[in-house]
């Protein structure tokens, strides 16, 4: 029953700034650790920030000084700050939540994903 709910990303411009947010539905679970991936054409995915239970982050290189993970608790929600976006950052972009819930312990789930892109 739980699902990560990913808006729209959206086309923008260089050099702009774009938030992704990504919610989990449901209840009787707690996040272990919230992640954001993406893939950029002809690559594999990969982890693009990650935010652990005791708030401790961390960033793939390509993108520290200019993207921020963050989270909503009462919402169940986490967030991608993009500033300073380049044409490079454009990929389809994937939420990652830890899950661990009484019944059926510690789960991985994934968001739909959301296209971001950005031109020149």
């Known amino acids: 029953q739980v699902q990560l709910v990913e808006p729209g990303g959206g086309l923008v411009q260089a050099g702009g700034p774009l938030r992704l947010s990504c919610a989990a539905s449901?209840?009787?679970?707690?996040?272990?650790?919230m992640r954001w991936y993406r893939q950029l054409p002809g690559k594999e995915r990969e982890l693009v920030a990650a935010?652990?239970?005791?708030?401790?982050?961390a960033y793939v290189d390509s993108v520290k000084n200019r993207f921020t993970i963050s989270r909503d608790s009462a919402k169940n929600t986490v967030y991608l700050q993009m500033n300073s976006l380049k044409p490079e950052d454009t990929a389809v972009y994937y939420c990652?939540?830890?899950?661990?819930?009484?019944?059926?312990?510690?789960?991985?789930?994934w968001g739909q994903g959301t296209q971001v892109t950005v031109s020149s």
């Open positions: 449901g209840s009787n679970f707690e996040i272990n650790a």
């Open positions: 935010l652990a239970h005791n708030g401790d982050t």
């Open positions: 990652n939540f830890c899950l661990q819930s009484p019944l059926q312990g510690e789960h991985l789930y």
